[in-house]
């Protein structure tokens, strides 16, 4: 049974985007699907292929930008301001949407 989440467009667009670049070509079919304002799920296993790709952005940010943490005497404002903006943007919002519909493996 698929399960249709609301989501914002830029969102599905950018997940759309990664997979196509990236080669994915079971999440590039799930995200083709459906309106630009929803992703339609049909299972877990799809559910957690979507947040897998944002947790490998998050993944890949701590690789680009390992000066992040302002804790840290290596703090880098540049850093911090890039990381925050994979670590907000597309990999909070993915485990939002899709997490408020599946039991998801989130971790980083």
Known sequence: MSIVIAVPNE?????????GKSGYPSALAMLRRGNPGELVIENQR????IINIARIQVLDALL????WDDSE????????????????????????????????????
Do not use: C, W
């Not at 969102?11 to 997979?19: F, P, V």
């Not at 909070?92 to 997490?99: F, H, Q, R, S």
């Open 64 to 67: 680009k930008y390992p000066y």
């Open 46 to 49: 799809e559910a957690q292929e």
């Open 73 to 108: 005497p290596t703090h880098v404002k540049e850093h911090e301001e890039m990381f925050q903006n994979v670590q907000m943007g597309i990999y909070e919002k993915t485990v939002y949407y899709i997490g408020s519909h599946f039991d998801v493996d989130s971790r980083t």
């Open 11 to 19: 969102l599905k667009s950018e997940l759309l985007n990664i997979a």
